[in-house]
């Protein structure tokens, strides 16, 4: 346990010396995701609840196919299966974008999240409260005013309990992200028994670190939860 500590701490926490592995790269692929679903769940998550079904059904087509889908076999088609066909590797930019297994897994990892995320924002926004929509009507607010001022941030505040849930399960699903060959925590880990037969350490280590960076994420999650959710009553 001790020898390989030694050998293999900075891979599992962030660099082989060469790239970004382990730790420092499962965040960063948890970030960039959670960022880029989070900025697209929030206009979709609008349009998910419009009365308009030419807005509301191809959102819904959306969130259905990629909830209704394993995370594995989107990346696996973002990763192989896009590329395989002749009118993407015709186009040089979607030729460059797609020959990139970090741009694929980022892409397969954002479009998940999104729609999991849209579906939570969209369920806050149908349970608000009826009064708060008509006071802020009462004011003069109504469009996009009406969205930006009372009912998203009363929507993203309810949501946070639900999505503090989606971005731990999103945590534990950049596990797959070793299927494109990008040296996550989980690749590491199996670098390691592979080179040392050390199973049990090497997955165990993998284990703590996911352990550690989920509670530390339940923890902020709390504050931030005690923070903006403090009108509802405790929190437990």
Known sequence: ??????????????????????????????????????????????????????????????????????????????????????????????????????????????????????EIFAGAIRSMNHGEVEAAKAYGLSGWKLYAYVIMPSALRRSLPYYSNEVILMLHSTTVAFTATIPDILKVARDANSATFLTFQSFGIAALIYLTVTFALVGLFRLAERRWLAFLGPTH
């Open 1 to 118: 346990m001790i020898e390989l500590l030694q050998e293999y701490w900075r891979p599992f926490l962030y660099s082989d010396g060469q790239n970004i592995t382990g730790l420092a790269m499962t965040l960063w692929l948890l970030t960039a995701a959670l960022v880029i679903g989070f900025v697209f769940s929030v206009p979709l998550s609008i349009a998910r609840v419009s009365n308009r079904r030419w807005v509301r059904w191809p959102v819904q087509f959306y969130t259905y196919l990629f909830r209704g889908t394993p995370l594995y076999i989107q990346l696996l088609i973002c990763y192989t299966g896009i590329y395989s066909l002749e009118a993407v590797r015709g186009q040089p930019l979607l030729n460059d974008f797609f020959r990139d297994a970090m741009n694929c897994t980022v892409l397969a990892f954002a479009l998940n999240t999104c729609a999991y995320t849209t």
